[in-house]
């Protein structure tokens, strides 16, 4: 019998796992019926939802009082605005107390069975803090992409995916495909305000510190809105996002990471990951014949990336070398180079997530 099998072999006996959702909502009235009507879908497992609205200065107060009707939804509001750091922790540190936990921005979706797939996996396994699959990207106003439900499921050691995810240099996660178990989140404590985004980043390696990870690699666990005013779309240069995903990763090391026995070797391995990311990034301008790329010319790229490490031991600095000698205006003749190394980053996302993943 599979986990999801036994998770519906538990609901028949009468007992559901509890899920608590919660939905921080600024501003999102529009995208909040279809949000919760896709949480209270939800197969075997017992969800309750809490709308928090953030001040809104929509209509969110009247249909958060609608949706209010069904038992099993909460609608709040705060009285000023108050942040999303604020909302992510008012919720799950002080509302939340089912056997797990998800942090659902109201823009996004869940597709049927996510919230079963990933409590099956943690009522298999207890040693498990969160369980994670993939997010669909949709954009506002088309039809919603067909979710993959395949129950297959991997789990890591703590160790080890903190070590991996040190070791891809970037979050491997969006958010809205995570389920927590709720007192580790609770024992991890709240989103750090001082990374307002990256912290979650850091929260999923706080998890990971306290227990294993699951992940559903055959399955669609989220929907993923598209839209300009979406956080993960906010236009920020590149230094700007560098120093944010650096932080989340330091903070972490600084924190509950403290006294891991490999902290040195994943701090170097992911400033080094970081630096030869922005690498790439100017070798990619210089190919396209330009001398600047998100908001900082080559020459800033370069030195932001030697802050991060030494740039003698990046195996891109020789071209990324040979490139600023010739000048944007002469490298477009290098784009089949650019291409080769710039599929780099692709193969590492494999190697992490494929079949083929080795211990570290």
């Known amino acids: 019998m599979t986990a999801v099998e036994e998770s519906g072999a538990d609901a028949v006996r009468g007992r559901l796992p509890s899920v608590s959702v919660v939905v921080p909502s600024y501003n999102y009235a529009r995208y909040l019926p279809n949000n919760v009507g896709s949480l209270l879908e939800q197969q075997g497992v017992d969800v309750r939802v809490l709308v928090l609205d953030d001040a809104s200065t929509d209509e969110t107060p009247d249909v958060g009082a609608d949706l209010a009707r069904d038992p099993r939804v909460t609608y709040e509001r705060h009285k000023v605005n108050k942040g999303h750091i604020a909302t992510y922790n008012e919720g799950l540190l002080e509302w939340a107390d089912g056997d797990y936990c998800v942090l659902l921005s109201a823009d996004d979706l869940l597709p049927q069975g996510a919230l079963g797939r990933a409590t099956a996996v943690m009522e298999a396994r207890p040693d498990v803090t969160f369980v994670y699959g993939n997010p669909v990207r949709f954009t506002s106003g088309g039809p919603l992409p067909e979710a993959r439900g395949g129950g297959r499921s991997k789990v890591w050691n703590g160790d080890r995916w903190i070590r991996g995810v040190f070791r891809a240099g970037r979050n491997l996660i969006l958010s809205p495909e995570v389920v927590a178990r709720t007192t580790a989140h609770h024992d991890a404590g709240g989103y750090n305000p001082k990374l307002p985004h990256s912290g979650d980043l850091e929260m999923w390696l706080r998890l990971a510190r306290r227990g294993a990870v699951g992940w ?46 490999y902290a040195g070797e994943i701090r170097t391995a992911m400033r080094r990951k970081l630096a030869r990311g922005v690498l790439r990034k100017a070798i990619r301008a210089l190919d396209a014949g330009e001398a600047a790329a998100d908001g900082l010319t080559v020459d800033e790229l370069r030195e932001l990336a030697a802050e991060l490490s030494d740039l003698r031991v990046l195996p891109e600095y020789p071209g990324l070398r040979a490139r600023m000698a010739l000048g944007a205006s002469r490298c477009g003749r290098l784009d089949p180079v650019t291409s080769l190394v710039t599929l780099r980053r692709g193969r590492d996302w494999v190697r992490w997530h494929g079949n083929r993943v080795r211990p570290v």
């Open 216 to 261: 559903l690699p055959d399955a669609d666990q989220a929907y993923y809105r598209v839209h300009d005013s979406n956080m993960h779309h906010s236009r920020f240069d590149a230094r700007d996002r560098l120093y944010q995903l650096r932080d989340g990763y330091e903070s972490f090391l600084d924190g509950d990471g403290q006294g891991l026995p």
